[in-house]
């Protein structure tokens, strides 16, 4: 019974979400709304189990001395204080919690987001070596939409064309390729919600009889 | 043969006597807003002479409901507007405008001038309800309904013993090889499922094929680690590799530890996934499902640890990435044909070559419609609206 029922929802939950792409009334924006609402109660119980998680696997590092167990000290001061913080005194402009939140977290974020410009051009550096026939290609291409993105591009524009040039490798050749991925997922993904909906993909349930 | 080409004759008269008796767009006209939930009426009228006039205020537009005794102004439109849409909306000092559904609304619509009185354009009424099948739709349900009885179809005939050929995916074939990798060289097998939520496609795809992979890892005993972006993933993923442990029948071998919950900061996500990278070296480093901005740190971090990587994702911006940085990639769809490349179970294949054949559908509509365009633009541009869908349909 406890495949069997989940199995029954989601055939059930999935045959009537279909229908009710298709149903503008009243009535069908009624149930997609609560469905909605649903999944937002469903995700905030989970987030509570995530976090007892969270803390579960760093108490336990430190505890055990597990290696490195002093970053999981660091983790756990940062909930800490996340929660002392937000329930003590609000989440509002001038909180501490926001504080933590606009000084902190942001720019440690800004700064991994910020690798992002190394890591770029080290992997370009590796893409456009000339090697191959077809890197060689890319590396053309690469040059091309580059310089007809910056304004150097632009002051060369009379002699090389190279924005117009640009913009056609990126609505056609580059386009068609992205459109060709693009339908193999809509059906990859039609293929996957079938297998799920009619029960044949199941490894979703997870362990249990 | 004569009474056909007099029944035609008919037919043709009285087509054409039918066009010439249809009014023509005089006066103002009020419909209900079709493929909606209700309460929405679109409002139409024809130029007025005045709005050729530099003087010219616009239109406004007035409304009576059932049982009111005068016209009310709901709205105003500048010169050249010849619309307006009438549905519920809430003014800045809590004044609600209704519009309900099964009400009969009279509309009235006059000129401004910039002088002198208003002059009628005229009158119309609507009744709005919702409807009960979205016709703009009609496209996208003759489509689906076409995929799903192929795929049907082939599993079926999967189903019933039929050979399947599935050509071979690099990426997938390399999954035996890097897990073999990891166990000689002992040390654990990362698997990172994306950073979306469970009802995203691509992160069930991915969740599935975590499942094939922790079997083999239960199979061989070597160390997996998963780290969680959403806490619902982590709770499913936690169940599926407990449940692969246990079909291996290596029970004792898992470690609830090894799926956890990081964090649903999208950097502090990164920065943690790196933190492991380089503290655990990974041998194998899976990265399926949805990414985003991080999937170059993730992939270039991993590549420095000296990780063999295999990624596959369905977001077409991330792929260059993945190409560049990892050994390899799985391109769109085949990350949602691995599950069945990797169990080879006969109903898996049958959906697999059903999404074949229908690709083999869509490039034959796509060959049809560009001959089609080379012919006439007209029938061309016909037939390509045909798959065109109202994105700003209701639901």
Redesign the interface.
């Given at each position: 019974m406890r495949r069997e029922i989940p199995l029954a929802i989601c055939f059930l939950l999935g045959v009537v979400m279909?229908v009710?792409?298709?149903?503008?009334?009243?009535?069908?924006?009624w149930l997609?709304a609560n469905m909605e609402k649903w999944?937002i109660i469903?995700?905030i119980f989970?987030?509570?189990?995530?976090?007892l998680?969270?803390i579960k696997?760093h108490v336990?590092k430190v505890t055990r001395r597990r290696?490195?167990w002093v970053?999981s000290i660091v983790a756990l001061s940062g909930v800490a204080a996340s929660i002392v913080t937000g329930f003590g005194w609000g989440i509002g402009a001038e909180s501490p919690f926001m504080k933590l939140y606009n000084y902190i977290?942001i720019p440690?974020?800004?700064t991994?987001?910020s690798?992002?410009a190394f890591?770029?051009a080290?992997?370009?550096f590796?893409?456009f070596r000339a090697r191959t026939l077809e890197a060689t290609l890319l590396l053309i291409a690469a040059v091309i939409v580059m310089l007809g993105r910056v304004p150097l591009g632009h002051v060369v524009e009379d002699g090389l064309r190279l924005p117009a040039i640009s913009e056609w490798i990126l609505d056609y050749p580059n386009m068609a390729a992205?459109r060709g991925?693009?339908?193999?997922?809509g059906?990859?993904?039609?293929?996957?919600?079938?297998?799920?909906i009619l029960g044949?993909?199941r490894?979703?349930?997870?362990?249990?009889d | 043969m004569k009474k056909i080409g007099v029944l035609l004759a008919v037919l043709a008269l009285g087509g054409f006597a039918f066009a010439e008796a249809a009014p023509g767009p005089a006066g103002v006209t009020a419909i209900d807003l079709p493929?909606?939930?209700?309460?929405t009426i679109v409002l139409s009228w024809p130029a007025s002479p005045l709005d050729k006039e530099k003087t010219f205020q616009g239109y406004e537009i007035q409304r009576r409901a059932p049982g009111e005794t005068a016209f009310a102004p709901i709205g105003q439109t500048a010169p050249g507007e010849f619309g307006f849409t009438d549905q519920p909306s809430e003014a800045e000092d809590g004044t609600k405008h209704l519009v309900e559904?099964g009400v009969k609304y009279e509309y009235r619509v006059f000129a401004l001038p910039g002088k002198g009185e208003p002059v009628a354009m005229g009158e119309a009424a609507a009744v709005a309800k919702?409807?009960?099948?979205?016709t703009d739709?009609t496209n996208?349900?003759l489509g689906?309904a076409f995929?799903?009885s192929v795929?049907?179809f082939f599993?079926f005939r999967a189903k019933s013993g039929a050979k399947l050929f599935v050509r071979k995916i690099a990426g997938l074939e390399a999954v035996d090889e890097a897990i073999g990798r990891a166990t000689e060289m002992g040390k654990p097998i990362l698997y990172v499922s994306g950073l979306s939520?469970a009802?995203d496609?691509?992160t069930?795809?991915a969740?599935?094929i975590l499942?094939k992979v922790a079997k083999k890892t239960a199979e061989y005993e070597t160390p997996l680690i998963v780290p969680?972006f959403?806490?619902?993933v982590?709770?499913?993923e936690?169940?599926?590799v407990?449940?692969a442990y246990?079909e291996a029948g290596k029970p004792d071998a898992f470690d609830e530890?090894s799926v956890?919950?990081?964090?649903?900061?999208?950097?502090?996500y990164?920065?943690a996934v790196d933190?492991i990278m380089v503290?655990e070296k990974p041998a194998t480093n899976f990265y399926m499902g949805a990414f985003f901005?991080e999937s170059?740190?993730l992939a270039?971090t991993g590549a420095a640890t000296g990780a063999i990587q295999i990624a596959g994702t369905?977001r077409?911006t991330q792929?260059p990435?993945f190409i560049?940085?990892c050994d390899y990639t799985l391109?769109?769809?085949e990350?949602?044909?691995a599950?069945a490349y990797l169990s080879r179970d006969p109903?898996?294949l049958g959906?697999?070559k059903?999404?074949d054949w229908?690709?083999g559908a869509?490039m034959i509509l796509l060959i049809l419609g560009t001959i089609l365009l080379l012919i006439s633009t007209d029938a061309g541009l016909y037939f390509a609206n045909l798959f065109k869908t109202a994105a700003e349909?209701?639901?």
């Open positions: 279909t009710q792409f298709f149903i503008p009334h009243a009535y069908s924006q997609l999944l469903i995700a989970a987030l509570l189990l995530g976090l998680n969270l696997i336990q290696r490195d970053y977290q440690m974020q800004a991994m987001f690798l992002l890591y770029i080290s992997a370009s590796r893409t992205k991925i693009m339908i193999g997922v059906l990859g993904a039609i293929s996957t919600a079938l297998k799920i044949i993909e490894s979703w349930l997870g362990g249990g | 493929n909606d939930a209700g309460k559904n919702g409807q009960w099948y979205n739709r996208v349900l689906i995929v799903t795929i049907v599993i939520d009802s496609i691509s069930i795809a969740m599935t499942a969680c959403d806490p619902i982590m709770m499913v936690k169940e599926m407990k449940e246990m530890d956890f919950f990081v964090t649903q900061s999208q950097f502090g990164v920065a933190g503290r901005a170059l740190i270039e369905d077409v792929l990435f560049t940085a391109m769109g769809e990350l949602y044909a599950t109903l898996f959906s697999l059903g999404q229908s690709k869509i349909s209701a639901g």
